[in-house]
């Protein structure tokens, strides 16, 4: 595919200018992860560096093969921290700054990536970027996640999280107390037409919806229990921020939440609790993780 620069577009980054163009890229991060494998040029030179500002009249070639789907996920060997284990899934208590796929700036340190070297049998099992894996966390939400290990599996697993069927439970802190001990947002959300990295609540965006309840105050903040119905990208952050009580530590969302407490580097959300039926044996399984240290200091600090 080729494109010639106009007036207009010049001055824009290699990755926006393509954004939207390349009919399988969903996103500007697809853009990025084919600008970095080497498939963009710019009059015949291979470029890889996606902020690189484009020119008038400079012709951009994009490889053939950009389009032909994702690259299959390349195996690293990363520890995991794995709570459950059995022929046909596993259950990962996934660290804060670990991203769960490949994307842009992220090829080989992923969780996908670390799942492949753990378990080599899952390169086919799903899309090939992302092995396995059926629902995602954010790269600063800990917290657990469930990977499929077997094709029955995997298949019984997506079937549970359409039916809804999958209980995903998470602790947060969010600034302010909610005027409800306990309530359901329900707000669709769609991608904020301002900021392509963000989400937004959205009348044309895609139903969504969140449960809470406030376990306790503490000052000026509130430690909830939220559970999830529906899994849209950033989903608890855009409908707690949306009803007033953005996540504490939130840079994206937050506004000025992102600063309340010293030394929190990150949004106090955490995935602590999965129940659902083990998609091949049928057995009721919940799992819990404990609150990560960083945010357990976080909480005593305001103790």
Wanted: aromatic share 4%; glycine share 8%.
């Amino acid at each position: 595919m080729e494109f010639t620069v106009s007036d207009e577009q010049a001055a824009k980054r290699l990755d926006v200018f393509l954004t939207g163009r390349l009919d399988q890229a969903e996103s500007r991060s697809d853009v990025q992860r084919s600008i970095k494998a080497g498939d963009v040029s710019i009059d015949g030179r291979i470029v890889k560096r996606v902020s690189l500002k484009v020119s008038t009249g400079q012709l951009i070639v994009v490889a053939d093969d950009v389009e032909s789907g994702p690259r299959e996920t390349v195996s690293t060997n990363i520890s995991l921290n794995v709570v459950y284990e059995d022929e046909d899934i596993a259950v990962i208590d996934k660290p804060v700054g670990m991203t769960v796929h490949p994307g842009a700036g992220h090829i080989d340190d992923t969780l996908a990536n670390a799942a492949v070297y753990r378990w080599p049998r899952i390169v086919d099992i799903g899309e090939s970027d992302r092995p396995g894996i059926v629902h995602r966390l954010d790269r600063d939400t800990s917290g657990l996640m469930v990977i499929a290990l077997s094709k029955q599996a995997y298949k019984g697993l997506n079937e549970l999280i359409r039916k809804r069927e999958m209980t995903r439970i998470y602790t947060a802190l969010v600034c302010g107390v909610p005027k409800t001990r306990e309530g359901v947002v329900d707000a669709p959300i769609g991608r904020d037409p301002h900021h392509r990295t963000r989400q937004a609540v959205d009348e044309a965006g895609r139903p969504s919806r969140t449960h809470y309840r406030v376990d306790y105050e503490i000052g000026d903040f509130a430690y909830l229990e939220v559970r999830l119905e529906t899994g849209r990208m950033h989903q608890i952050r855009v409908h707690l921020e949306a009803i007033g009580h953005a996540v504490v530590g939130d840079q994206t969302y937050g506004k000025h939440a992102g600063s309340l407490i010293k030394n929190l580097n990150r949004q106090f959300l955490h995935a602590s609790r999965l129940e659902f039926e083990h998609p091949v044996s049928g057995e009721s399984l919940s799992i819990s993780s404990d609150l990560p240290q960083d945010l357990q200091r976080a909480l005593d600090s305001l103790k």
